[in-house]
T-cell receptor, first 120, second 113 residues
């Protein structure tokens, strides 16, 4: 079945540093990937849509210069949190739609295991 | 703007009980609805997906129904087990596989042995 991986699974960094999170579709290609953020006991909130070969589309209220997204290939999207601050501490999850490709369900979104970011 | 509501936020039941988790959404113009399971500190596992033209989907002890006109979906879990303890989220998609999902806050289920 379709698998989406994320790396790292957790990261602790000092305030002011930048952190890169990778999202990979392991056995299928994804022209679109989604980045979500989840605060404790809250639901997932979409941050941006990552598009292979073009700029990402950001949701209202999400700073594109702070959360840099690069969809480098059909299997890789990266989210870089620049100059991270404690309020950026959260659980970041990516997803990719299967779109009925080989080994995937039609219209099913496949989620990565998430990355726990803690900014000190 | 689509809003997805799941009430109650938490539920505790004894093992073996059949239970229903509810989800409601404000905009009935959806493409599909998905139910997910999330274990603490983990990502999401897709349980069931219902297309807007469908009324229900079944997988093992799980059955999900969809009433698009009233903006409601239910997830039925038969013969609950302690291993079913997790947070269950529903999410709707407006335009298909490449469109974003709008999530509810989830229902945290605890099944007592």
């Amino acid at each position: 079945g379709a698998v989406v991986s994320q790396h790292p699974s957790w990261v602790i960094c000092k305030s002011g540093t930048s952190v890169k999170i990778e999202c990979r579709s392991l056995d299928f290609q994804a022209t679109t990937m989604f980045w979500y953020r989840q605060f404790p006991k809250q639901s997932l909130m979409l941050m941006a849509t990552s598009n292979e070969g073009s700029k990402a589309t950001y949701e209202q209220g999400v700073e594109k210069d702070k959360f840099l997204i690069n969809h480098a290939s059909l299997t890789l999207s990266t989210l870089t949190v620049t100059s991270a601050h404690p309020e950026d501490s959260s659980f970041y999850i990516c997803s990719a739609p299967g779109m009925g490709l080989a080994g995937t369900g039609t219209d099913t979104q496949y989620f990565g295991p998430g990355t726990r970011l803690t900014v000190l | 703007k689509q809003e997805v509501t799941q009430i109650p936020a938490a539920l505790s039941v004894p093992e073996g009980e059949n239970l229903v988790l509810n989800c409601s959404f404000t905009d009935s113009a959806i493409y599909n609805l998905q139910w997910f399971r999330q274990d603490p500190g983990k990502g999401l596992t897709s349980l069931l997906l219902i297309q807007s033209s469908q009324r229900e989907q079944t997988s093992g002890r799980l059955n999900a129904s969809l009433d698009k006109s009233s903006g409601r979906s239910t997830l039925y879990i038969a013969a609950s087990q302690p291993g079913d303890s997790a947070t269950y989220l529903c999410a709707v998609s407006k335009q298909g596989a490449n469109s974003k999902l709008t999530f509810g806050k989830g229902i945290t289920l605890s099944v007592r042995p």
